[in-house]
């Protein structure tokens, strides 16, 4: 079983920081594993924050850009997002994903942790 768990969400000022980590359990961070870092604000559609494969360059939409770091340790199967300069506009559930890019693309999502900015 193949299971995802986000910590390290909660409450933090304009300005401040927060790190969030992904813990995966019954997979394995092989080559052909991508895994994504996606957020959820009230009222809106999940988007793509991060996405990380195992080589070539991490994209970051623009909004994050500067600010934040996704990070993969394959060795211990984990995913972190370390977030500074963090806006209220940041606030949401964030989520992780693990994809397994060989056909047919199977994928694997946490139940996302919330983080909430205040102004």
Do not use: H
């Amino acid at each position: 079983q193949v299971r995802l768990v986000e910590s390290g969400g909660g409450l933090v000022q304009a300005g401040g920081s927060l790190r969030l980590s992904c813990a995966a359990s019954g997979i394995t961070f092989r080559a052909y594993i991508l895994v994504e870092w996606y957020r959820q604000a009230p009222g809106k559609q999940r988007e793509l924050v991060a996405s990380i494969p195992s080589g070539g360059s991490t994209y970051y939409t623009n909004s994050v850009k500067g600010r934040f770091t996704a990070s993969r340790d394959n060795a211990e199967n984990t995913l972190y997002l370390e977030m500074n300069s963090l806006k209220p506009e940041d606030t949401a559930v964030y989520y992780c994903s693990a994809k397994d890019v060989r056909p047919p693309w199977k994928e694997y999502w946490g139940q996302g942790t919330q983080v909430t900015v205040s102004s």
